[in-house]
């Protein structure tokens, strides 16, 4: 008698791919995985599903199936920019900063109003920079794309430098500061302390293993892989002193009480494009995060800095809500929602209030409350007759 054909898994396409996405946002990769997994089982080669799977496997740490997934919905579409995207980010966090720069260039290219290409390029271009010392040896072809210039005597020297440091170089190395260093290296500052420490010790450092091997070869070998990880997580991360310096400039713009409108009024239209850039970037969590700070910011402003500042602040509920929605966090979009209603009706503005009718029921019907939401859109055609 003939087995019985696989069923598949229980469920449809969209509910794998929204499950998983919500797992994913909610740090349950594992999980979100075996969502995207079946989702694929449904739909096999989905570009969206293959983009959204790629970014489970690169925050499980699998670089190589995160690129083959990245690769993959590429292969009947090469302008797909999330594709684009993604195949950018899981190398640049391989380390191969050169290719990750070229997929950003193409990405920005096709779609240069996303402001994560123009990151990506930047932060790309940052970690080649630390890494090569200068930006000379990169040129850009006649087609556009990125290719690098290796000169092949400073290859063949650099491969022999980085265990084989002399105690004289060491010496010559530029004094960095110890509190960047503790939060780039972590756990690793403490060993890397150590070990400087034994370098010091005269004796010790001029004694052999039973193997022959210096031990101030050892001791150096190990210097230099720490400060190997140290450069790597800087390129990684090199927007720690530049975050400290945002939010020192932000805590000075919010105490000073001597700010002249036309400020607050620069500083209020960058803030609004930033939140907008990020949500069609596919950043709903630092978009939330930035209209959450712009929004305490404003709250914290006079009539006279701000003169429309009811509708500001019921703008900027909506802002929040739709990134919320985004999130997965829909209860908390619908209050937010509310609240950008309460501010359009208090203010009387008819189109801001028919904005939040629109998102109120837009969140009842993704959680399934049709009726709720059919009311919400009477009450909106209502409202514009």
Same mark, same amino acid.
């Given at each position: 008698?003939?087995?019985? #054909?696989?069923?598949?898994?229980?469920?449809?396409?969209?509910?794998?791919?929204?499950?998983?996405?919500?797992?994913?946002?909610?740090?349950?990769?594992?999980?979100?995985?075996?969502?995207?997994?079946?989702?694929?089982?449904?739909?096999?080669?989905?570009?969206?599903?293959?983009?959204?799977?790629?970014?489970?496997? %690169?925050?499980?740490?699998?670089?190589?199936?995160?690129?083959?997934?990245?690769?993959?919905?590429?292969?009947?579409?090469?302008?797909?920019?999330?594709?684009?995207?993604?195949?950018?980010?899981?190398?640049?966090?391989?380390?191969?900063?050169?290719?990750?720069?070229?997929?950003?260039?193409?990405?920005?290219?096709?779609?240069?109003?996303?402001?994560?290409?123009?990151?990506?390029?930047?932060?790309?271009?940052?970690?080649?920079?630390?890494?090569?010392?200068?930006?000379?040896?990169?040129?850009?072809?006649?087609?556009?794309?990125?290719?690098?210039?290796?000169?092949?005597?400073?290859?063949?020297?650099?491969?022999?430098?980085?265990?084989?440091?002399?105690?004289?170089?060491?010496?010559?190395?530029?004094?960095?500061?110890?509190?960047?260093?503790?939060?780039?290296?972590?756990?690793?500052?403490?060993?890397?302390?150590?070990?400087?420490?034994?370098?010091?010790?005269?004796?010790?450092?001029?004694?052999?293993?039973?193997?022959?091997?210096?031990?101030?070869?050892?001791?150096?070998?190990?210097?230099?892989?720490?400060?190997?990880?140290?450069?790597? !997580?800087?390129?990684?991360?090199?927007?720690? #002193?530049?975050?400290?310096?945002?939010?020192?400039?932000?805590?000075? !713009?919010?105490?000073?009480?001597?700010?002249?409108?036309?400020?607050?009024?620069?500083?209020?239209?960058?803030?609004?494009?930033?939140?907008?850039?990020?949500?069609?970037?596919?950043?709903?969590?630092?978009?939330?995060?930035?209209?959450?700070?712009?929004?305490?910011?404003?709250?914290?402003?006079?009539?006279?800095?701000?003169?429309?500042?009811?509708?500001?602040?019921?703008?900027?509920?909506?802002?929040?809500?739709?990134?919320?929605?985004?999130?997965?966090?829909?209860? #908390?979009?619908?209050?937010?929602?509310?609240?950008? %209603?309460?501010?359009?009706?208090?203010?009387?503005?008819?189109?801001?209030?028919?904005?939040?009718?629109?998102?109120?029921?837009?969140?009842?019907?993704?959680?399934?409350?049709?009726?709720?939401?059919?009311?919400?859109?009477?009450?909106?055609?209502?409202?514009?007759?």
């Amino acid at each position: 008698m003939a087995a019985a #054909a696989d069923p598949g898994p229980a469920g449809t396409f969209p509910n794998f791919m929204a499950e998983g996405t919500l797992l994913c946002r909610r740090g349950e990769y594992d999980k979100a995985l075996a969502c995207f997994n079946n989702a694929l089982k449904l739909r096999a080669g989905d570009k969206h599903c293959l983009v959204a799977r790629s970014k489970c496997y %690169l925050k499980l740490g699998d670089t190589e199936n995160s690129l083959k997934d990245a690769e993959a919905s590429l292969q009947n579409d090469k302008t797909f920019s999330k594709g684009l995207y993604q195949k950018a980010e899981t190398l640049y966090i391989m380390g191969d900063f050169e290719f990750a720069l070229v997929f950003y260039h193409r990405g920005y290219r096709l779609r240069p109003e996303l402001q994560k290409f123009r990151l990506g390029i930047e932060k790309s271009q940052e970690a080649i920079i630390n890494c090569i010392g200068s930006p000379s040896s990169v040129k850009l072809e006649n087609k556009g794309d990125l290719c690098f210039i290796s000169r092949q005597a400073e290859v063949q020297s650099a491969e022999l430098l980085p265990y084989k440091l002399t105690r004289r170089t060491r010496k010559q190395e530029p004094v960095r500061n110890p509190k960047t260093e503790r939060e780039l290296l972590g756990e690793l500052y403490a060993d890397k302390a150590y070990l400087e420490k034994l370098l010091e010790d005269e004796d010790l450092m001029e004694s052999s293993t039973k193997q022959g091997t210096k031990v101030a070869d050892l001791v150096l070998s190990g210097i230099s892989y720490l400060d190997a990880r140290r450069e790597f !997580w800087q390129q990684q991360k090199p927007i720690y #002193a530049r975050e400290r310096e945002r939010k020192l400039r932000q805590q000075r !713009w919010i105490r000073n009480k001597t700010r002249k409108p036309a400020e607050v009024g620069r500083y209020i239209v960058k803030s609004m494009e930033d939140i907008q850039l990020l949500l069609a970037g596919d950043c709903p969590e630092e978009s939330c995060r930035k209209a959450e700070r712009l929004l305490k910011t404003v709250q914290g402003c006079s009539e006279d800095e701000v003169p429309n500042k009811s509708e500001l602040i019921g703008n900027l509920h909506s802002c929040i809500g739709n990134a919320q929605l985004e999130m997965g966090r829909t209860e #908390a979009a619908l209050q937010s929602h509310k609240m950008d %209603l309460e501010f359009a009706r208090q203010s009387d503005l008819p189109d801001a209030v028919s904005r939040a009718l629109d998102n109120i029921g837009r969140v009842y019907a993704r959680i399934g409350k049709f009726q709720q939401a059919i009311d919400t859109y009477v009450k909106l055609a209502t409202e514009k007759a």
